[in-house]
C-alpha cells in the first residue's frame, strides 16, 4: 500500500496543501512549526481516527473555520481509492470512499499506516490509557470489525456507570438492582472478547519486538509484554512492578467462555465496591500493558535511550505484524520527526530496518539528520507552504 496524493483543505496551518508521495522513502523537511509534522498527522488520522499529537478532532481543523478536509489517493494491488474526512467542529465527522459516503469509523478498512513520534514515549512512560489506546488502535489495523466491538463495549460501559451512580445516589439495593445484572452481561460479552483479541495481540509482538529491537539497538534487552488485567485483580493505579508480578504467572485462556466466567466472577466479587464508589472496577478499561526490558519493568528503570528505543522498536514490530497479514500489503510506515534523537550509528541500523517498507515518510527540520539513503524524494514545507517536492 502507498500513498500517491495527500489534499488538505483548512487543515492545522493550511488553507490548501497538494503534496505527491512516491513508492520508498519520502522526506519532508522544514523548520519547527512550518507544517511538515501536520501532513503526516493527517494520513495517521485516515489509518487510526486519531491524532499522535490531540486527543480531540477540532484541534485539527484550521484556525477560524467550522471544518477542514484530508483527502488522499490511495494505491495497493493495483487499486486507486480516493478516500476522503471531513473534520466538523459541530456535528459528525464524515467520510467517502471514491465519492461514495461510508461510516467514519469504517476509514482504517482503506487505508493503514504506523506512526512513530517523540510523543510515543509516552507509551513508556505514561499512564495505561496511552498503552490501550495503542493495542486497539493496533487491532483495528488488523481487524476492522473490532471497532464496534470497542465502541459497543464503551456504550455498554457508560449505561452501566450512569446505573452505578444512580444506585449510589438512592440506595437501591438487591432485586431492585437486576437491571445491572443486565448490563454486567453486555460488559462481560463484549469486554471478553477485547480482553482475548489484545492477549492475542500481545503474544504475536513478541518476537517481532524483540526482533526490531535488536535491529535499532544491536543489543539483546531482552524486551517483553505483559498483560495486566484487571478482572485478574490488577489495579491499574499500582506501581508497574507489582502489576507485572501479579499479572505474568497468570493467562487468561483464549477461549472466550473462560475469559467471561473469570469476567463474571470478578464482577460479583466487586459488586459492593463498584457500588461505594459509582463506577467500574474491572475489565479492558482498567487494564494495562506492562513493558519490560532486561527483566523489569521499563517504566521507572529504562534510561531515556532505553525507553525511547523500546517504544520505536514497538511501533516496527506492529508495521511487521500488519505487512504479515495484510492483504493490501505493507503500511505505510511514519517517522515524525526520529533521527534528531538518534546517534550516527542507530541513524543507520534504522535506516537499514525500514529499508524493506513498500512506502516511509520521514519528517525531520535538519536535512543532515536523515542518512542520505533515505533523502532521494524530498519535500520542502514553510509556514503552511509545499516549497517543492
Known amino acids: 500500500m502507498r500513498v500517491t496524493q495527500l489534499s488538505l483543505t483548512d487543515f492545522r496551518n493550511y488553507a490548501k496543501a497538494e503534496v505527491s508521495f512516491f513508492p520508498g522513502p519520502n522526506l519532508i523537511v522544514g523548520r519547527n512549526g512550518q507544517g511538515k509534522t501536520n501532513l503526516v498527522e493527517a ?47 459541530t456535528g459528525q465527522n464524515r467520510a467517502q470512499v471514491n465519492r461514495s459516503v461510508i461510516k467514519t469509523r469504517d476509514l482504517p478498512r482503506y487505508f493503514s499506516s ?66 445491572l445484572d443486565i448490563w454486567d452481561e453486555r460488559l462481560v460479552e463484549f469486554g ?9 495481540l500481545v503474544q504475536q509482538l513478541g518476537e517481532p519486538l524483540r526482533a526490531a529491537y535488536r535491529a535499532v539497538v544491536n543489543e539483546d534487552h531482552g524486551p517483553a509484554l505483559v498483560a495486566s488485567l484487571s478482572i485478574l485483580g490488577a489495579d491499574e493505579d499500582a506501581d508497574p512492578g507489582a502489576m507485572a508480578t501479579l499479572s505474568s504467572p497468570k493467562a487468561v485462556s483464549s477461549v472466550d467462555s ?26 479492558p478499561h482498567r487494564d494495562d500493558l506492562v513493558f519490560m526490558l532486561n527483566a523489569l519493568p521499563a517504566k521507572g528503570y529504562a534510561s531515556h535511550g532505553e525507553s525511547w528505543s523500546f517504544a520505536l522498536a514497538l511501533k516496527l514490530a506492529s508495521a511487521q505484524l500488519l505487512r504479515q497479514d495484510s ?22 541500523r534504522l535506516a537499514a530496518a525500514i529499508g ?6 520521514i519528517t525531520a527540520a535538519v536535512l543532515e539528520d ?13 509556514a503552511g507552504a509545499v516549497i517543492d517536492g
Do not use: C, W
Request: charged share 25%; glycine share 6%.
Open 43 to 89: 494520513l495517521g488520522f485516515l489509518s487510526t481516527l486519531g491524532s499522535h499529537r490531540v486527543s480531540t478532532d477540532k484541534a485539527m481543523i484550521r484556525a477560524g473555520h467550522d471544518s477542514g478536509i484530508i483527502r488522499a489517493r490511495l494505491e495497493y494491488n493495483g487499486r486507486d481509492i480516493l478516500a476522503e474526512v471531513q473534520l466538523n467542529r
Open 114 to 179: 504506523v506512526v512513530f513520534a517523540p510523543e510515543d514515549l509516552s507509551l513508556v512512560r505514561g499512564d495505561p490509557s496511552g498503552r490501550r489506546k495503542f493495542l486497539d488502535q493496533l487491532l483495528v489495523l488488523r481487524s476492522p470489525r473490532l471497532a464496534a466491538v470497542l465502541s459497543d463495549y464503551d456504550r455498554v460501559l457508560k449505561q452501566r456507570n450512569t446505573l452505578l451512580k444512580s444506585a449510589r445516589a438512592s440506595g437501591m439495593r438487591g432485586n431492585q438492582l437486576s437491571t
Open 192 to 200: 471478553s472478547e477485547i480482553i482475548d483479541e489484545r492477549s492475542k
Open 258 to 283: 473462560s475469559t467471561q466466567e473469570i469476567f463474571r466472577t470478578a464482577l460479583t466479587g466487586l459488586r459492593k465496591r463498584e457500588l461505594d464508589r459509582g463506577v467500574t472496577l474491572a475489565g
Open 327 to 348: 492483504a493490501s500489503g505493507d503500511p505505510v510506515l511514519i517517522l515524525d520527526d526520529v533521527f534528531a534523537e538518534l546517534d550516527l550509528h542507530r541513524r543507520s
Open 356 to 361: 524493506s517498507f513498500e512506502q516511509v515518510l
Open 370 to 382: 536523515v542518512p542520505a539513503a533515505l533523502v532521494a524524494h524530498t519535500i520542502h514545507i514553510h
